[in-house]
């Protein structure tokens, strides 16, 4: 159901270098884009996260209620994620934890402000 979704950076080679170990970790990479977009997954047919300058040059604000979450795989790695997103210059936005019996997330937010969810999701 979802092709990808964007999120606004203020500076690429920084976002870059933040998204590019970060996803590596869930063996995510680089896909394609160009100078002011730039698209990571796994395959060009799953699910993809997009971060750009944004089209109309204005600044690059995070949106209030905006987050993006991102599968861990397991409670391990969720704690991985988190754990390399702080060490990479994110900031802790909910340290890892069980929320709901189904649900066990952490949140930070990305040296831009924008909000990502590590989670694992057992239903039933």
């Known amino acids: 159901m979802l092709g990808y979704a964007t ?26 884009g160009m100078d002011r977009i730039k698209f ?3 395959s060009p047919d799953g699910a993809m996260l997009a971060i750009c300058i ?5 600044e690059a604000n995070c949106g209030n209620g905006n987050m993006i979450a991102i599968p861990g795989g397991s409670r391990e790695g969720v704690d991985k994620l988190y754990a390399k997103a702080i060490e990479l210059g994110a900031t802790c936005d909910g340290e890892p934890g069980e929320r709901m019996p189904v649900f066990y997330g952490s ?18």
């Not at 606004?8 to 063996?27: N, P, Q, S, T």
């Not at 944004?54 to 204005?58: A, L, Q, R």
């Not at 949140?107 to 039933?124: A, H, T």
Request: aromatic share 16%; charged share 30%; proline share 4%.
């Open 7 to 32: 999120i606004g950076v203020r500076d690429m080679d920084k976002a870059v270098a933040f998204y590019d170990a970060l996803l590596a970790e869930i063996g995510a990479k680089q896909l394609f």
């Open 40 to 42: 990571y997954g796994s």
């Open 107 to 124: 949140y930070v937010r990305d040296p831009d402000g924008n909000k990502l969810c590590f989670f694992e999701m057992k239903m039933g």
């Open 54 to 58: 944004p089209y109309n040059e204005d």
